[in-house]
């Protein structure tokens, strides 16, 4: 595959999502409009009726409505988007797990939004966090570009035989939904000839025949069975393998896909950011990053030896890369756009600590909860962090290992 | 339109040689009525067809993993989805036939559900998708109450009923209110084909069930079909006392296309000839679940139910030029 031409189109991250989808030749796309994710919808709306697309879309009356329509369609053998934010993923949240259960390989943008209440409209993970244990992959973007370039994977990573699970991909709401950047966009049939067309597995039905894994009248299957203590638990395991599997699809796929436009994201699944000989790090997901890579330039023309480690996959968690490139920092902060209300930190931290606590050179932890609701995050508070690490890298201790950065009190 | 539907002429030897798509050997109940309501209408589909069920009795009895009852492909997904469920599978079929990818000429959706799944959870899911015109048949297969979870009471269960979050107290002689007339809310949302139908009547049932997979657009299906466990009835009485539900007129029978309501035949036998219309207490004494409203200080009770089912008669028969 060789690298293609490419035009240079300026795009907010919900254009560029819409975009993407539209390329990819979905079937169907069964939506409800919210803010920040609406842009999306309405631009689909747009391509489908001028003719755009060769879609079914359904203008739904929920998003509980949403998810499942695009799991049935998906059942049928479709190849299914929908996207959301905050409360119509959290009104989804029953659905969400039935849509991985039936293996049914949707994908699904979320613009990162707060969860009410307070009712806010701004960004934080607080949504996509709340659905860290139901089954589906998640993908998080640090730019319109890498939104754009995500989705296109997304459908080739959730379709492939070896996952056929669900898959979010992130952006952060306004930071990204809703600010105009150069995307450099594919043309349509390049994307057309990446993503294929969608392939279901053969499996057993009830009468011992091979069939088709969809809803078929000629070789029929019964989906969504009761299914108690004889086999569940087996079904369950076999899910948490398909996550296992992800991990090198994911790699594969955003591996060929920079062959194909020129663009990566470190290995797909993590992207480390002047880590090498870095002493102090910073880990975090989505849009923060961009600003978190300013500083670390920043910090090491003034000799500080500061990198950044992105998660870009949170689910499945790559615990391999998150140990190898943390391993032998003197000071690491994770930073969580979500509060684990009565936990020991934020989702991230759980997750980085837990991760690096077998090694015998493990670094010094801290967290920071930031940015809820929107919260700016400007590069002073980032340095604020960094100086931390420093002092902490010189004395070995930690005074507050769970802070809130950027907040009145 | 409905009108300019094929008419459908069987006998009833002919019907039983149809293959079974809802096949026996599933866990229903003895004396079940969604069962013989599900079998029925699944013998009255013209070709391909898929069909999706709510959580519920009939969803659990039928498919135990690894066994199913089901010879034609089927989904369940939750409680309160069967019409949803429905719009992603018409969706679907629709575009991948355009596409090239699904070779059948066309393929029936049919959606499956309880009072609780229609009445009360599912409502939102199935107006928005009656709204949207999707071309589906939704089959509400009524027993009127949550019996799946151990009869609770629902916005489908009838006034004075005993369930187990309406029982029949000291104070409170069983449910309070009257069954919300889901068929009518349906006849408003100006869909192409309305009907209901009892298991007591099984001709009128499969001619209707094929009607509702005929027509183009939305098709919903009014099924009264008892449950003897929730209704504290005879296991081999069931057809018997939905045959006087219908007689008693509390559960006539009817269809409405494009609003335009019409007595079917055993309901139009009443209207015509009114002293034929039963009183409501030959088919509530019938059911354990109405015993207590037998007791002397509880005739208001009874009172109020039969003067509710002649209102809404009245109403009907208005309806349908006929008072």
């Given at each position: 595959m060789a690298k293609v031409e490419q035009k240079t189109v300026p795009l907010n991250g919900d254009n560029a999502v819409a975009l993407a989808v539209?390329?990819?030749?979905?079937?169907?796309?069964?939506?409800?409009?919210?803010?920040?994710?609406?842009?999306?919808?309405?631009?689909?709306?747009?391509?489908?009726?001028?003719?755009?697309?060769?879609?079914?879309?359904?203008?739904v009356e929920s998003e509980h409505t949403a998810m499942a329509c695009s799991i049935t369609a998906s059942a049928t053998g479709a190849r299914v988007f929908t996207a959301t934010a905050s409360a119509g993923l959290a009104l989804m949240h029953e659905m969400l797990g039935v849509a991985s259960g039936c293996r049914a390989p949707i994908v699904m943008s979320v613009v990162n939004r707060a969860l009410s209440a307070p009712i806010n409209i701004h960004c934080d993970h607080s949504d996509a966090m709340s659905e860290r244990d139901i089954g589906w992959l998640q993908i998080y973007a640090e730019n319109s570009q890498e939104a754009y370039d995500s989705i296109i994977q997304a459908f080739k990573i959730a379709e492939n035989l070896d996952v056929i699970l669900p898959t979010m991909v992130g952006l952060d709401g306004f930071v990204l939904s809703h600010t105009l950047e150069n995307v450099e966009v594919l043309p349509d049939q390049a994307v057309k000839n990446f993503v294929g067309t969608r392939q279901v597995p053969q499996v057993m039905n009830h009468k011992g025949d091979i069939v088709p894994f969809k809803l078929d009248p000629a070789n029929p299957l019964t989906i969504g069975p009761l299914d108690l203590h004889d086999y569940y638990f087996e079904h369950k395991r076999q899910q948490e393998e398909s996550m296992r599997k992800a991990l090198e699809v994911i790699k594969k796929v955003h591996a060929d896909y920079a062959k194909l436009s020129g663009r990566s994201y470190g290995n797909?699944?993590?992207?480390?950011?002047?880590?090498?000989?870095?002493?102090?790090?910073?880990?975090?997901?989505?849009?923060?990053?961009?600003?978190?890579?300013?500083?670390?330039?920043?910090?090491?023309?003034?000799?500080?030896?500061?990198?950044?480690?992105?998660?870009r996959t949170f689910r499945p968690l790559p615990v391999e890369d998150i140990v190898s490139n943390l391993a032998g920092k003197k000071a690491v902060a994770v930073m969580d756009r979500a509060c684990s209300f009565g936990g020991n930190g934020g989702p991230l931290f759980h997750e980085i600590r837990h991760s690096v606590y077998d090694l015998a050179d493990r670094p010094q932890l801290v967290n920071y909860i930031y940015g809820l609701g929107g919260r700016d995050i400007p590069p002073k508070l980032i340095n604020r962090i960094y100086s931390t690490l420093q002092k902490i890298a010189q004395t070995g201790q930690v005074d507050k290992p769970i802070q809130f950065l950027g907040l009145r009190e | 339109m409905v009108r300019s539907m094929s008419e459908w002429k069987f006998t009833s030897k002919e019907f039983t040689q149809i293959p079974e798509k809802f096949a026996s050997g599933h866990r229903a109940c003895a004396g079940c009525g969604p069962a013989v309501a599900l079998r029925l209408i699944m013998k009255a589909a013209r070709g391909p067809i898929i069909a999706t069920n709510a959580t519920g009795c009939m969803e659990v009895v039928s498919t135990i993993y690894p066994y199913t009852s089901w010879n034609i492909p089927w989904i369940h997904t939750a409680f309160e989805t069967a019409a949803a469920n429905a719009a992603g599978i018409e969706s679907a079929i629709k575009i991948?036939?355009?596409?090239?990818?699904?070779?059948?000429?066309?393929?029936?959706?049919?959606?499956?559900?309880?009072?609780?799944?229609?009445?009360?959870?599912?409502?939102?899911?199935?107006?928005?998708?009656?709204?949207?015109g999707h071309d589906f048949l939704y089959v509400l297969y009524d027993n009127e109450a949550y019996m799946n979870t151990g009869i609770q009471r629902s916005g489908g269960t009838p006034h004075g009923a005993w369930t187990t979050t309406s029982p029949a107290g000291k104070v409170i002689p069983g449910k309070a209110e009257h069954k919300k007339p889901i068929a009518d809310i349906m006849v408003a949302h100006e869909m192409p084909y309305v009907a209901t139908a009892n298991i007591a009547y099984w001709k009128d049932l499969v001619v209707k069930a094929r009607k509702g997979m005929e027509v183009n657009g939305p098709a919903f299906l009014h099924t009264f079909a008892p449950c003897p466990r929730g209704w504290r009835s005879e296991t081999g009485k069931s057809v018997e006392i939905a045959r006087l539900a219908t007689e008693t007129c509390v559960f006539p029978l009817w269809e409405a296309e494009y609003g335009e309501y019409k007595l079917s035949s055993p309901s139009k036998v009443i209207a015509l000839k009114p002293e034929k219309k039963k009183p409501v207490d030959v088919y509530l004494k019938t059911q354990g679940r109405f015993r207590h409203l037998f007791k002397p200080e509880n005739k208001q009770v009874l009172e109020d139910i039969q003067s509710e089912v002649d209102r809404r008669w009245q109403k009907l028969l208005k309806a349908c030029d006929m008072a």
């Open positions: 539209k390329q990819c030749d979905v079937d169907v796309v069964a939506a409800y409009p919210i803010t920040p994710q609406t842009i999306i919808v309405e631009k689909f709306s747009e391509y489908v009726a001028d003719g755009e697309v060769d879609t079914a879309f359904v203008c797909g699944l993590v992207e480390a950011y002047k880590l090498d000989d870095a002493e102090i790090a910073v880990v975090c997901i989505g849009s923060t990053a961009g600003t978190v890579k300013t500083v670390v330039d920043e910090l090491r023309e003034k000799g500080i030896k500061a990198g950044l480690l992105r998660l | 991948l036939r355009k596409k090239g990818r699904i070779k059948d000429e066309h393929v029936d959706v049919v959606a499956f559900a309880g009072d609780g799944g229609t009445f009360d959870i599912g409502f939102q899911a199935l107006s928005g998708a009656v709204e949207r």
